[in-house]
């Protein structure tokens, strides 16, 4: 099966930039998709395809993918990015795959 | 304005019945599968199975297979989660989510609000 492993945690101090990773087999072949999850709501996907970004989500948001890493980028952090983010792919054995998620926290 | 609209938190009895609904507007319902997404207490994001609205057809993980049923009606747009048999471990929220596109490599772009189920005797 696919696994997609990412950090348990990351931190931050506001106005820097925060990366997360998610490692995978030959990843930069797949298409991956983030999503942002806020303590008590619904997951958000903030992007999409590697690095779109979907209509309202701010251009501080940005991704790439190459190799065994996909990475989401957040720059300028801020307090509200406090959340969850999770990784997303299709794979041809595994079907949908999620990455365990990785906390950002902003100190 | 896409929306999904899931069903109210519900507390059930182990081996009690249940479904859960999730209820599509502002858009085709028909284009798109409508996913279904388990989140256990405190854990990540498990895929549990999807179905495509227009036909009904629906297919999933191996960790659900013959343990959760997903259906839809397209009449009323709205999909389905049930389960025949609940166990303690299927206390979790549930989430239901819309495939942009039709190929399965596609992101999910809008999420219902989440079904708590807790399922304790």
């Known amino acids: 099966s696919y696994v997609l492993t990412q950090p348990p945690s990351v931190s931050v101090a506001p106005g820097k930039t925060a990366r997360i990773t998610c490692g995978g087999n030959?990843?930069?072949?797949?298409?991956v998709h983030w999503y942002q999850q806020k303590p008590g709501q619904a997951p958000v996907l903030v992007i999409s395809s590697d690095s779109d970004r979907p209509s309202g989500i701010p251009e501080r948001f940005s991704g790439s993918n190459s190799g065994n890493t996909a990475t989401l980028t957040i720059s300028r952090v801020e307090a509200g990015d406090e959340a969850d983010y999770y990784c997303?792919?299709?794979?041809?054995?595994?079907?949908?795959?999620f990455g365990g998620g990785t906390k950002l926290t902003v100190l | 304005e896409v929306r999904l609209v899931q069903s109210g938190a519900e507390v059930k009895k182990p081996g009690e019945s249940l479904r859960i609904s999730c209820k599509g507007s502002?858009?085709?319902?028909?284009?798109?599968?409508i996913t279904w997404v388990r989140q256990m207490p405190g854990k990540g994001l498990e895929w549990m199975g999807r179905?495509?609205?227009?036909?009904?057809?629906?297919d999933y993980s191996p960790s659900f297979q013959g343990h959760v049923t997903i259906s839809s009606d397209d009449s009323i747009n709205t999909a389905y989660l049930q389960w025949s048999t609940l166990r303690a471990s299927d206390t979790a929220i549930y989430y239901c989510a819309r495939l942009m596109g039709r190929q399965f490599t596609y992101a999910y772009d809008y999420w219902g609000q989440g079904t708590l189920v807790t399922v304790s005797s």
């Open positions: 997303h792919v299709w794979d041809s054995s595994s079907d949908q795959v």
């Open positions: 030959n990843i930069g072949s797949k298409s």
């Open positions: 502002g858009y085709n319902f028909t284009t798109h599968w």
């Open positions: 179905i495509d609205p227009s036909d009904s057809y629906a």
